[in-house]
């Protein structure tokens, strides 16, 4: 819930921009640390979901470790204040730059997607005369009920290593003297919201992969089950933090832990997406021949969720709120600026009456928001502002006053 004091602060920014709620943040990051330790679970934020410095700074400050997929995150994730030693980098393509300068930060592990890339990487090593310490990513073949764009976990996907490569995967880690063999990694998918089901399912299939790998003579110290906590993306307000404890308990529960073996998460999304909100104002009302429009300045460059995935998020009227007579409720469709005409927020919504200059909250746009960004149609990109600097917000306005 945004609160109406920061509701007039916003009518002096310039839209669109994002919203952090810092306080949230917080709140969720000490959450999931004190169940870090409870559970005995180390975690990794997935720091693709959001890459802005206060808030990686924020999540660090905590003691969470990080995921990377690319070497400007690992960069990214170095100067924010996560240490080396407790940075993973996953990714099926890992370019020969990014794996060397992984190798000279000495991270805590490569997610390895290939036994090419395990070869690639132990030839690296060698020819620096540095090791690697590398956990194989298998596919586990598991339907995590989510979107098909994201999901991770099937045969048919992309991601891990098969099973018919088990036993030549670990021949090939016999054979490379510049590999240290962490562990194994799994992630079977995004915005997964059957959390007990569907994780203690991973949780079997996962113990049934490494019992192979142990009798084939493989010690595996770190099990890492991957991401994919879903939030509640219809109300966000009823459960700002997400059901955290319930994903560890099912993990641990369905899971045999072996002794001395550490296990990891990487939740992305459910950290940082309700503390998230997309500002922008109405420009334009406009009734149709068989309904109603509103349009916004926020497109579908500052937020491609909507078009790429049909998700939804939920739409509120800020300024409806400080107006008499706010009651009176309208179906529109919510749409963007951009030339496409899947840059939509949403069909049917019902809002207050809206008029131009309302601001207007697209909410839970914290993860993959601002880092799925582009400046299509050469817009401009959105910026960041956090709760707890807002009266240092950029772009001051006062153009809705005037017209
Ligand atoms: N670990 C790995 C290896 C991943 O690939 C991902 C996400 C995560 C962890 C974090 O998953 P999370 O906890 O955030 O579900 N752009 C899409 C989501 C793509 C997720 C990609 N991988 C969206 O907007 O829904």
Redesign the pocket.
Same mark, same amino acid.
Not at 147 to 169: C, P, Q, S, W
Not at 220 to 239: A, H, K, M, R
Not at 338 to 347: A, K, L, M, R
């Given at each position: 819930m945004i609160d109406p004091a920061f509701i007039e602060k916003f009518e002096q920014i310039a839209t669109p921009f994002y919203y952090y709620d810092m306080e949230l943040l917080g709140h969720t990051v000490d959450t999931l640390a004190s169940l870090s330790r409870k559970y005995g679970i180390d975690v990794h934020y =997935?720091v693709? =979901?959001n890459v802005e410095r206060r808030i990686l700074e924020t999540i660090a400050g905590s003691g969470i470790g990080a995921?990377c *997929?690319s070497g400007n995150e690992v960069r990214r994730a170095l100067e924010c204040g996560f240490p080396a030693g407790r940075i993973v980098f =996953? #990714?099926v393509g890992k370019s020969d730059r990014e794996i060397h300068e992984a190798l000279n930060a000495g991270i805590e592990a490569f997610?390895c997607e290939s036994l090419h890339e395990i070869y690639v990487i132990n030839a690296m090593a060698a020819a620096f005369g540095l090791r690697a310490r590398v956990a194989a !990513?298998i596919n586990p073949n598991i339907d995590a009920h989510t979107?098909k764009? *994201?999901t991770?976990g099937l045969f048919e996907n992309k991601?891990g290593i098969a099973r018919h490569e088990f036993d030549a995967m670990v021949d090939l880690l016999g054979r490379c003297g510049n590999i240290d063999f962490t562990g194994l990694?799994f992630?079977i998918? @995004?915005?997964?919201t059957e959390v007990r089901d569907v994780f203690s399912l991973e949780a079997r299939r996962v113990d049934e992969i490494i019992s192979y790998f142990e009798d084939k003579g493989l010690k595996v110290d770190n099990v890492d089950f #991957?991401? /994919? &906590? /879903?939030i509640d993306y219809e109300d966000p307000d009823s459960c700002p933090v997400a059901p955290f404890e319930d994903w560890f308990r099912t993990i641990i529960s369905g899971y045999r832990r072996r002794p001395g073996q550490r296990l990891h998460l990487?939740?992305? !999304? @459910? *950290?940082v997406a309700q503390c998230g909100t997309l500002i922008s104002r109405v420009l334009f009302v406009k009734s149709g021949e068989t309904k109603n429009f509103l349009i916004l300045d926020a497109g579908m460059n500052d937020l491609i !969720?909507p078009a &790429?995935?049909g998700?939804y998020h939920k739409i509120e009227n800020l300024s409806s709120c400080f107006r008499k007579g706010f009651s009176e409720m309208q179906a529109y469709d919510v749409v963007g600026p951009v030339c496409e005409s899947s840059d939509v927020w949403g069909q049917g919504r019902l809002l207050p009456l809206s008029v131009r200059g309302d601001l207007m909250a697209i909410r839970s746009a914290g =993860?993959?928001g601002q880092v799925?960004a582009s400046r299509y149609n050469l817009r401009d990109f959105a910026p960041a502002v956090f709760s707890d600097e807002l009266e240092n917000a950029p772009h001051f306005i006062d153009y809705f006053k005037r017209l």
């Amino acid at each position: 819930m945004i609160d109406p004091a920061f509701i007039e602060k916003f009518e002096q920014i310039a839209t669109p921009f994002y919203y952090y709620d810092m306080e949230l943040l917080g709140h969720t990051v000490d959450t999931l640390a004190s169940l870090s330790r409870k559970y005995g679970i180390d975690v990794h934020y =997935a720091v693709k =979901a959001n890459v802005e410095r206060r808030i990686l700074e924020t999540i660090a400050g905590s003691g969470i470790g990080a995921d990377c *997929v690319s070497g400007n995150e690992v960069r990214r994730a170095l100067e924010c204040g996560f240490p080396a030693g407790r940075i993973v980098f =996953a #990714g099926v393509g890992k370019s020969d730059r990014e794996i060397h300068e992984a190798l000279n930060a000495g991270i805590e592990a490569f997610n390895c997607e290939s036994l090419h890339e395990i070869y690639v990487i132990n030839a690296m090593a060698a020819a620096f005369g540095l090791r690697a310490r590398v956990a194989a !990513r298998i596919n586990p073949n598991i339907d995590a009920h989510t979107h098909k764009y *994201v999901t991770t976990g099937l045969f048919e996907n992309k991601f891990g290593i098969a099973r018919h490569e088990f036993d030549a995967m670990v021949d090939l880690l016999g054979r490379c003297g510049n590999i240290d063999f962490t562990g194994l990694h799994f992630h079977i998918g @995004s915005q997964i919201t059957e959390v007990r089901d569907v994780f203690s399912l991973e949780a079997r299939r996962v113990d049934e992969i490494i019992s192979y790998f142990e009798d084939k003579g493989l010690k595996v110290d770190n099990v890492d089950f #991957g991401g /994919g &906590l /879903g939030i509640d993306y219809e109300d966000p307000d009823s459960c700002p933090v997400a059901p955290f404890e319930d994903w560890f308990r099912t993990i641990i529960s369905g899971y045999r832990r072996r002794p001395g073996q550490r296990l990891h998460l990487e939740p992305g !999304r @459910s *950290v940082v997406a309700q503390c998230g909100t997309l500002i922008s104002r109405v420009l334009f009302v406009k009734s149709g021949e068989t309904k109603n429009f509103l349009i916004l300045d926020a497109g579908m460059n500052d937020l491609i !969720r909507p078009a &790429l995935y049909g998700a939804y998020h939920k739409i509120e009227n800020l300024s409806s709120c400080f107006r008499k007579g706010f009651s009176e409720m309208q179906a529109y469709d919510v749409v963007g600026p951009v030339c496409e005409s899947s840059d939509v927020w949403g069909q049917g919504r019902l809002l207050p009456l809206s008029v131009r200059g309302d601001l207007m909250a697209i909410r839970s746009a914290g =993860a993959y928001g601002q880092v799925m960004a582009s400046r299509y149609n050469l817009r401009d990109f959105a910026p960041a502002v956090f709760s707890d600097e807002l009266e240092n917000a950029p772009h001051f306005i006062d153009y809705f006053k005037r017209l």
